[in-house]
């Protein structure tokens, strides 16, 4: 991988934005040097914030020779384009999850990374929740056994409708709450269970007041490539998320519970043998831990988090599960190659 200069830019200073920089902020060896957004009042906020460049155009962070990093935080449709503008200048690149909207403009993405060698991870912040990386710990410990099926869901009350009204507009968005939330679910569920081979999905918007093209609840049904079927469900109507999970194996049994303030790993073996972790007090850094991992992984030219044929793979999912809420079809991942 090339030499990068440690400057960073954020890319959209919005939520995801302000939580970026200050995460870099506290970086050890990178030092925030640009934040663009189209928004003056936002860019200025930013600029004073952090004391440095801002701007509504990407030319003077493009043509830095100190930047070697760039967080992209703007709303998914817009992702694609930036990320490509980065790649094409040389830039590593993070960007916040979808990393586009289709999975052939993820793959498009994923071969521009390797051309120009250059790395891109996807925002995937469940992963650095401690009771999630419990539970990751105990199934690669292989204390479970071989592992069977899984139940998992991810859920809040639908607040982004109102924090970011952007999340209702589809052309926008990209999807509702499967292309919101449940990106982190399947995340989760490839980083647990492997790949998925086989989909089947069940869509509907039961509160909200949403575009036809939207939904506030999804349920879907996945196979994985070792055939564990997997539940899961994505909401906007939940009101006590955010992420229950459950990974079964032939010894036994994982449970994450992120429900309200909650953070626990609870292991239970046939045996009847129950361990139980409690993370709840500990701070809720995830942003943090990711961000540095990120920054960190570039300096030590290691992989980490998910990359663009991971987003390509969840991407697929996604689109599958779409079709086949319409279709009310089984549909078969490796038709999509
Ligand atoms: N847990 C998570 O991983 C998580 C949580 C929330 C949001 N997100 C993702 O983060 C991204 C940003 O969400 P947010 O909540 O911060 O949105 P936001 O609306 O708060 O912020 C987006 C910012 O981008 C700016 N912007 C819009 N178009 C731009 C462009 N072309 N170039 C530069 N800036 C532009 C806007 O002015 C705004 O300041 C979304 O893709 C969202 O899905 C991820």
């Known amino acids: 991988m090339r030499v990068t200069p440690h400057g960073v830019a954020v890319i959209g200073y919005g939520r995801m934005g302000r939580r970026r920089a200050k995460a870099v902020r506290s970086s050890k060896d990178f030092q925030l040097i640009h934040i663009v957004d189209?928004?003056?009042?936002?860019?200025?906020?930013?600029?004073?914030?952090?004391?440095?460049?801002?701007?509504?155009?990407f030319s003077s962070a493009l043509a830095d020779p100190d930047l070697g990093v760039v967080f992209v935080c703007t709303p998914n449709v817009t992702h694609a384009d930036i990320v490509r503008m980065f790649l094409e200048a040389g830039k590593h690149v993070f960007c916040e999850k979808p990393l586009c909207v289709t999975w052939e403009e993820a793959r498009a993405i994923a071969a521009l990374a390797k051309k120009v060698d250059c790395r891109v991870q996807i925002g995937a912040n469940a992963r650095y929740f401690p009771n999630v990386q419990k539970a990751k710990d105990v199934i690669n410990s292989n204390r479970i056994g071989e592992l069977t099926f899984g139940r998992a869901w991810i859920g809040h009350d639908g607040w982004v409708l109102k924090t970011t009204p952007w999340s209702s507009n589809y052309d926008i968005a990209g999807g509702g709450v499967l292309a919101?939330?449940?990106?982190?679910?399947?995340?989760?569920?490839?980083?647990?269970?492997?790949?998925?081979?086989?989909?089947?999905?069940?869509?509907?918007?039961?509160?909200?007041?949403?575009?036809?093209?939207?939904?506030?609840?999804?349920?879907?049904?996945?196979?994985?490539?070792?055939?564990?079927?997997?539940?899961?469900?994505?909401?906007?109507?939940?009101?006590?998320?955010?992420?229950?999970?459950?990974v079964y194996g032939t010894q036994g049994y994982i449970l994450v519970d992120s429900r309200g303030d909650a953070a626990l790993t609870l292991v239970s073996t046939k045996t009847g043998q129950i361990e139980r972790f409690d993370f709840s007090g500990m701070p809720k850094d995830s942003w943090e831990k990711e961000t540095h991992a990120f920054l960190d992984g570039i300096t030590r030219s290691d992989r980490f988090g998910p990359d663009a044929t991971d987003a390509m793979a969840i991407l697929r999912v996604t689109q599958a599960l779409y079709e086949s809420s319409s279709t009310g079809k089984v549909v078969n991942l490796n038709r999509l190659d």
């Open 38 to 57: 189209p928004d003056d009042e936002r860019r200025l906020a930013g600029g004073r914030d952090f004391e440095c460049n801002s701007s509504t155009s």
């Open 180 to 246: 919101d939330n449940g990106h982190h679910l399947i995340d989760l569920v490839r980083w647990f269970l492997g790949d998925i081979r086989s989909v089947q999905g069940v869509r509907s918007t039961l509160v909200h007041n949403l575009d036809a093209r939207l939904e506030d609840n999804f349920l879907g049904i996945l196979t994985t490539e070792r055939s564990n079927p997997v539940f899961i469900q994505a909401s906007w109507t939940d009101w006590n998320g955010y992420l229950y999970l459950e």
